[in-house]
């Protein structure tokens, strides 16, 4: 009888565990600041040879409070979050003097060129996240939307597959290859514990 109970009890602990290592927030601002402050492991910043990279974690909250409307009940913000919570999504934002990335080759029209079908139809051959066992992800998509130079950087939002055998590394090395602007590949080392434990919005 006892083991029964406890069998019945395990999953609703494990659920509080779970919910207590996750930090929640009233409001969508206040969840921004703490993403945004490196040391919380969703944020990473680096400039190579004036090129200036942000990649940037987007929990599944952020994109479930998209769909939302007034009247969302409680099985309907839940059924969002298992849909979103299936992919990992980050933001990469590149720029140059603060400036989007094709103002950089605005003269060379060959380099424009290159740069335009990368950003727009071949980051999924320059863009890779793998294990340090070097298992790769496959890309599950991404988007590039033309700023026209509107923007002072070039973003890309990105999408990778929630995989639980790969969330069990203690990091994950993120690669941007070269985009013919001399900075070689940049790599970032990802928190895995950080993108389980993510932040939540109190809905």
Do not use: W
């Not at 029964?4 to 009890?9: E, W």
């Not at 060379?108 to 790769?136: I, S």
């Not at 993108?195 to 109190?202: A, G, H, K, S, T």
């Amino acid at each position: 009888m006892l083991n029964m109970i406890r069998n019945k009890l395990l999953p609703f602990i494990l659920l509080l565990f779970i919910s207590s290592c996750n930090k929640s927030f009233d409001t969508q601002e206040e969840m921004n600041a703490y993403i945004q402050d490196e040391d919380n492991g969703y944020h990473y910043k680096k400039t190579i040879s004036g090129v200036d990279y942000v990649l940037q974690y987007r929990p599944t909250d952020l994109l479930v409070k998209q769909e939302l409307t007034e009247k969302n009940s409680p099985s309907e913000i839940e059924k969002l979050r298992k849909q979103y919570n299936k992919f990992l999504y980050f933001n990469l934002s590149m720029s140059k003097n603060n400036q989007e990335l094709l103002n950089s080759v605005a003269q060379d029209k060959a380099k424009f060129g290159q740069m335009v079908n990368d950003l727009a139809f071949g980051m999924e051959e320059k863009l890779h996240v793998y294990t340090p066992a070097k298992d790769t992800l496959a890309l599950a998509d991404f988007i590039y939307p033309r700023m026209y130079g509107m923007s002072n950087s070039t973003s890309i939002m990105i999408v990778y597959p929630r995989d639980e055998k790969y969330l069990k590394q203690d990091y994950l090395n993120f690669v941007i290859e070269d985009l013919g602007l001399n900075t070689g590949d940049v790599k970032f080392k990802i928190n895995t514990k950080a993108l389980i434990n993510e932040p939540q919005l109190v809905f």
